[in-house]
């Protein structure tokens, strides 16, 4: 039996997702040739060392030519570029794609440059580590994990089908909505604790009474934990905080007004309501084991010592 | 060759933190006698059946008569209660410990109840999981793991020394330091990096425009990091603010004064800020990773899929 979805597929940007969608399309036999295309450098020549495609690109155009699928996975802030690059050599029928981590700025960059006949379906797999390059992926990161796609309404029934089916090939479940509504959902569930972990950490760097080798010997409290998404790629994330502007505003104006709630219980040794949020806080992580997001071993499984 | 420290011991409390002493205690030989005191209710009884020490007591006092040294580790704010239900009955050059996570309320709670001839030297082991009760813990908690003392000035260096080296016996790092400088230190490593999990995690299930559902199944795009701290002991936290509570607001107006400058530049599109933020985070992290504190695993090694 074949699970051949696309007969050949180019992805753009060879980092940890688009080799991650490279390893498992060719684990999972989803994909007849693929493309790769990336900056002429490091990543590129890391990709055809590791053999991870068929054919590899310095121009995305090259790579696009003749593609069934273009999956754009590069940061955000280069998908315009990338749009101009593919537009002139996408083949009539192919399905553009992305997995950038905002949807709706996405749309904005790529859809004016597109020709017609072309079917642009932008998405998202909420899957990913701290580390970023061709080394750092692997088939397995999408297994059990969610890909949201955000087709526009009137998009081609078939088109999406396909993409359905090349995502759920590679272990994903899928789910759809607006672009907008996506912004929103992605700016709570992981922008936000993006930017609250990198902010934390840069205080903790900056606090005067405490050494920075206090800090980090004295970690393994809480503070670690943090570390481990403030560890992720700047440009990535410069790119995301960028183009979800509004999302992340408004969460963050949620959060800081929370946080001034709680401050004042604490002033004013409230200890009924701190031990009542923090009784409420328990269900959501339990709810999310539940749903095989989430490991129930301790400490996240960490070895131990 | 022996390892024994203490001919005698009482640990007070045997959750997470006491039962895992008591494991590594007796793992190491470092204890001949193990009396356990808690509650007369399940963990007391939980504790015998799962043979955790040689004596089992309802009343703190009665494990303490007799011992070397005593190891209070129930939360902050039991830790009067303690003082009281043991004082009378300690032998002359016991030593009293304890391991809150807070010090100097600890010391402003017990020490104007114990008699003199007594050691005092608080303590904190920085190591933990999200977990709480005697089926938690394990003997290997406090490997390569700091533990803080905070000796007064005038400590008895011999009983000092004794107390280091039950602790290094257990595996840890032994620092001393005062509780003041204790109590800013873990407000900073520790207790503001659980009151922002806390709040973001209550936050999360607030916003009107993003259902319960969505923030758990997308929860992989790195909110899912900040429940596993949120899910820890809320009576054993609330103590926590509650007692530390200048050293808390403190950090916590800095981390809030930072975080407005941030929202600032996404506000304003300041992308080099973000970037040079973003890039500084980084650092900080192959420290803690670099001092054996951390695991450099991606993903802190999560089982995958
Ligand atoms: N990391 C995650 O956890 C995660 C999860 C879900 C979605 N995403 C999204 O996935 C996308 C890629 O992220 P990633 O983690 O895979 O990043 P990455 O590992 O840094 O890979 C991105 C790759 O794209 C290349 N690139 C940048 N601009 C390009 C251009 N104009 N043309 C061709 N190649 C270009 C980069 O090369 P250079 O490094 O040489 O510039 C790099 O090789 C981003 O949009 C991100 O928002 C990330
Ligand atoms: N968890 C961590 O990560 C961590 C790390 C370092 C230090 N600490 C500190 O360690 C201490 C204990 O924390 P833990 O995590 O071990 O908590 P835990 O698992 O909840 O254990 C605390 C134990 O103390 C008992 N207890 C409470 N009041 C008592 C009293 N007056 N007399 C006798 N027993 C009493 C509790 O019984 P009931 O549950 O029946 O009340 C429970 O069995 C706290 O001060 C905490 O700040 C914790």
């Known amino acids: 039996m074949t699970t051949l979805v696309f007969e050949r597929i180019a992805v753009v940007g060879i980092g940890l997702i688009g080799s991650s969608i490279v390893r498992g399309a060719r684990a999972k036999g ?4 693929i493309a790769v295309a990336d900056h002429a450098g490091p990543h590129l020549a890391r990709a055809r060392e590791l053999g991870l495609g068929d054919d590899w690109h310095a121009d995305a ?3 696009a030519a003749g593609a069934d699928l273009v999956m754009v996975a590069v940061p955000v802030g280069a998908c315009e570029a990338v749009a101009k690059a593919i537009a002139p050599r996408l083949k009539p029928g192919a399905i553009v794609t992305d997995v950038g981590s905002v949807k709706a700025s996405v749309v904005r960059q790529m859809k004016p ?4 006949g072309v079917h642009l379906i932008p998405g998202h797999p909420v899957a990913g580590t701290e580390f970023s390059g061709p080394d750092a992926g692997f088939a ?5 994990r969610w890909s949201i796609l955000t087709p526009p309404d009137d998009v081609d029934p078939a088109a999406l089908a396909r993409l359905v089916a090349f995502w759920r090939g590679l272990g994903a479940n899928v789910e759809t909505m607006t672009a ?7 700016a709570i569930t992981s922008h936000l604790p993006h930017l609250i972990a990198y902010n934390i950490v840069g205080t903790a760097a900056d606090v005067e009474q405490v050494t920075q080798s206090e800090v980090m010997k004295f970690s393994a409290g809480g ?10 790629d700047p440009t990535m994330w410069r790119d995301v905080f960028l183009h979800n502007r509004e999302a992340v505003l408004e969460v963050l104006g949620r959060f800081t007004e929370d946080l001034f709630a709680l401050q004042r219980q604490i002033r ?3 200890g009924d309501k701190l031990f009542d949020l923090f009784t409420r806080t328990r269900a959501i ?4 084991i539940g749903l095989g997001q989430e490991t129930p071993a301790p400490d996240f499984g960490r070895r131990k010592g």
């Open 30 to 33: 989803l994909a007849g040739t």
């Open 61 to 63: 155009g090259d790579a």
């Open 113 to 116: 440059h597109l020709p017609a």
């Open 140 to 144: 397995e990161l999408f297994e059990n």
């Open 180 to 186: 907008e509504h996506h912004d929103i959902v992605l």
């Open 223 to 232: 503070f670690r934990d943090f570390t481990r998404i403030a560890a992720s």
């Open 268 to 270: 004013w040794g409230e």
């Open 285 to 288: 992580r339990r709810g999310i």
